[in-house]
């Protein structure tokens, strides 16, 4: 197998440059990719920048990969060289723990990122165990589909767990890379969305994406106006807020379900969560199976990216827009 190119930090919150590694021999249940689209996830800035002391460099980032299958391991049945495929934040599992055995690779111990101690997508090609690699439907464009395959799962795996339908009315706070998948999802799904921005330049964008409400954050009269009326609200808002707010935006039994990360600590009063046995809680991405779920119903439904494509090669100027919060909604780089 030839060299793997890509574009690789060498050091903390360091440009990204061309890095050749040898990938070695594939492995028996892995699958090599050749990578025609990858997204732009938060998760990879904040590798890059070493947020979350993992990092090891040089690293390739991006782990919302499209493209098309190169080789197959021996002991690989379920894919062919040439079929386009998916792979997102999780690469491998150990296939054998509790986690794994119920269905729930996502929770495995054992489990292996795609960018984490290993080169990502940020590059000619990738490899990774064929169980988390995904055939795409020919319904949904590889561009359009590249941020489903982290921001996607990241989103719609929390609706499903809890049984979002139609007689849910579902709060979106944070309208971005996140926020616009879960808007569409929550509608698919039947429920009445209502989005929750800082912003009221988003508005327009939040219905025709599907929202039916409004909230502008910044008016504590919006936000005491929806006190008591939704039951799950996700949050992919990455700032500091009143959560308390949220936490009276939710019916009783209503839950509040955390896909951001505020920088710091979520704290709230005991009270509201007593009195309507109110819940906190989050949630990691989903398991292959999902996956498979969530492509198959964005394919059928029509739920797609909002994007805006660079060549692989202008990654760094890309990430830049990422940061300054431009890009609307999805940053794609293209091989
Ligand atoms: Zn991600
Ligand atoms: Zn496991």
Redesign the pocket.
């Known amino acids: 197998m030839s060299l793997i190119q890509g574009l690789a930090a060498h050091a903390a919150g360091a440009e990204l440059l061309p890095f050749r590694y040898d990938p070695g021999e594939l492995g028996l249940q892995e699958v090599e990719i050749g990578i025609s689209h990858c997204g732009i996830c938060h998760s990879d800035i904040h590798l890059i920048s070493n947020d979350w002391g993992m990092s090891q460099y040089p690293f390739i980032p991006g782990h919302e990969i499209i493209g098309t299958v190169k080789a197959v391991g021996p002991s690989v049945r379920s894919l062919e060289v040439g079929q386009r495929v998916g792979l997102g934040w999780q690469s491998n ?5 509790e ?2 055995t119920r269905g729930m ?1 996502n929770l ?4 292996e990122a795609t960018c984490v101690h290993r080169h990502g997508g940020y590059a000619d090609r990738v490899r990774a165990n064929a169980r988390f690699v995904i055939p795409i439907p020919e319904a949904l464009p590889s561009e359009q589909a590249a941020p489903l395959l982290c921001g996607g799962i990241t989103v719609y795996n929390p609706l499903r767990i809890h049984g979002v339908n139609p007689s849910s009315r579902v709060g979106v706070a944070g309208i971005g890379g996140l926020g616009h998948l879960a808007i569409q999802f929550a509608r698919v799904f039947g429920a009445e969305v209502t989005a929750f921005s800082s912003s009221a330049a988003k508005e327009e964008e939040a219905r025709e994406l599907g929202a039916h409400n409004f909230v502008n954050t910044r008016e504590s009269k919006a936000m005491k106006e929806v006190a008591g009326s939704l039951d799950f609200i996700i949050s992919a808002i990455s700032a500091d807020q009143d959560w308390g707010v949220y936490l009276q935006a939710l019916r009783p039994t209503g839950t509040l379900c955390f896909v951001g990360v505020p920088p710091s600590p979520v704290t709230v009063h005991a009270l509201p969560l007593i009195n309507g046995i109110r819940s906190i809680t989050g949630s990691p991405i989903g398991s292959p199976h999902r996956l498979r779920e969530m492509i198959d119903v964005a394919a059928r439904h029509g739920v797609k990216a909002q994007t805006e494509r660079f060549p692989m090669a202008k990654a760094n100027e890309a990430i830049e827009r990422v940061k300054k919060n431009k890009v609307r909604y999805r940053a794609v780089l293209a091989n």
């Open positions: 599992s150990c296939g054998e723990c986690w794994c690779e495995c111990p054992l489990m």
